[in-house]
């Protein structure tokens, strides 16, 4: 059963454009230039009840525009969209009981006051009945193991405990969708992965279908099994995760850092990114990988070595270039 | 009813936190009752009255007065409102399955219950030092009658408040609206001077409105004037209350859909 409907979704910001400089501050009192800017174009999308869902795509690609058209915080300019049966922008009660929302900077916390007291407002706001609340409270705190912090001011605590908290707080009225809007940024490795690992376990145990945009390959990867890549609006690819990975990511980003200035040359086929001394960045071939591992090993001292998966931007462009259509 | 304690609850939770803060609000209070001893006796001089007011009653006034002005903390709703449209973080109101009004009074009326206790701790003590002979009326209908005043006086300024902060989705700065509504609401609500020093033509003008009924009248009341304004005046401020009701909505229904978020 599908959770989540849009046909033909959207958006277009109205956005004031003013000549620089004082004389086009004073031009702009009196008249004044729009630009249109379409920031979710024909956006069609079902999600299944239960589903775990990745969008990627770069900045401004209307990743979050989406969201806040999917929880009614901003209108449609057109289109149909139907979230657990509702039209979002109605903003009524019993819609946003369903569903949980957190974007990483627009904190539900009480910085002054202790993550408890919030948990308090949030049990009567969502009229969770006492029993329901006390189980599921205690499920999340042993599963992010955050009962030390629980009494703690919120304002005094690190970003990857405040996110935790997010989480908790988000999911006490038992959502049935959560939308997660880049919650792992800057957050550590670490921290990361104990988020992950309490996605993971919500999504399967609750059933909670999660809608996740994140800049972070492997928070995709590892979560999500289906993916769709937004770029300038439109949507570039809906299907399969690792499908698109096998397809579209077919490099791998290496850093390395040299014990003495050196000057790295291979004759292994290669992008440079960024060279400096004693460092050099670039992306190779996955394939080539390996052959460049050796080559460096065997010529050069190195003070360090780093392996990751290529930046989302260039999988999405790859995507854009890729005349073949979009994958389903 | 249990959300809007709970938010009352942790309103007033949070202000508890700011030590410095509370020190800093009673003695706000206490330079108040001192600058307003020495003002009015400076200007009552030998004057036995003014304007039909004693020493003692235009001191009772003027304490009363300017407590019921600072228990009203309404102005915060419209630049809180007002900032969050502009910063985009409005969204995290919206989200919650409550009305956006209802959510900000019971904010406001959080922040007002915590500044009525330690304002009145404060003013009661400073009270019996200067040893002011307050001119606390003993009628229980009049007593009665200026806690309504107050208690609807102060919604109506929440409404107000409200009202002002959500014009921020069509005009994106309202600034100078606030300021001007603050400039002018501590005019007519007769915080700096009672409105009967002014002309008997601006004051009936004044009745139609409501802010006569915010601070002036249950200020009288309390000191046992304006008995016969009673009916007239809760009449009019339950209306203006309830005339705000559908245009708040109303507004909120029309403005909300032009927040585009920006900021996230």
Known sequence: MNIIETKNLTKTFQRFQKEPGLKGSMKGLFKRKYLMKSAVSDFTLTVEEGEFIGLIGPNGAGKTTLIKMLTGIIAPSNGEISVAGHYPNKLENSFKRQYAVVMGQKSQLFFELSANDTFLLFKELYNIPEDEYRKNLDYFIALFGVTDILDVQVRTLSLGERMKLELIVALLHNPKILFLDEPTIGLDAVAQKQIRKFLKEVNETKGTTIILTSHYMEDIKSLCKRCVVINEGKKLFDGDTDLLFKKYQTHKKVTVSFVQEDHFTSEIDFIPLEKSPYKTTLLIKKELSQELLKDLLVRYELDDISIEEEDIGNVVERIYNDKSGVSE | ?264
């Open chain 2, 1 to 264: 009813m249990r959300k809007d304690i709970e938010i009352i609850k942790l309103i007033f939770k949070t202000q508890l936190v700011w030590r410095f803060d509370i020190a800093a609000n009673v003695l706000f209070t206490i330079s108040k009752i001192v600058f307003a001893y020495i003002v009015w006796s400076a200007v009552f001089g030998e004057k036995e009255m003014i304007a039909g007011f004693t020493f003692h009653t235009m001191l009772s006034y003027y304490i009363i007065s300017s407590f019921l002005s600072q228990l009203d903390m309404s102005e915060r709703i419209g630049w809180d409102i007002s900032s969050a449209i502009r910063g985009g973080t409005f969204s995290k109101f919206m989200v919650l399955p409550i009305n956006t009004e209802r959510y900000f009074i019971a904010r406001t009326i959080g922040a007002s219950a915590f500044h009525l206790l330690f304002h009145l701790i404060a003013a009661v003590i400073w009270i019996f030092i200067f040893q002011i002979r307050f001119a606390f009326t003993g009628d229980i209908y009049m007593l009665l009658s200026a806690a309504c005043f107050v208690i609807i006086g102060l919604l109506f300024m929440m409404q107000l408040n409200y009202m002002l902060g959500i014009l921020t989705f069509q005009f994106g700065n309202i600034d100078v609206f606030l300021m001007i509504k603050s400039t002018l609401v501590s005019f007519i609500t007769g915080t700096l001077v009672p409105l009967i020093l002014l002309p008997a033509s601006i004051v009936a003008f004044m009745r139609v409105f409501p802010f006569y009924y915010i601070t002036y009248l249950p200020s009288m009341l309390l000191i046992g004037q304006n008995r016969d304004e009673i009916i007239t005046g809760i009449i009019t401020l339950s209306l203006w209350v309830l005339a705000f009701v559908p245009v708040n909505k109303l507004l909120y229904h029309r403005l909300r859909v032009r927040f585009d978020g920006v900021g996230i």
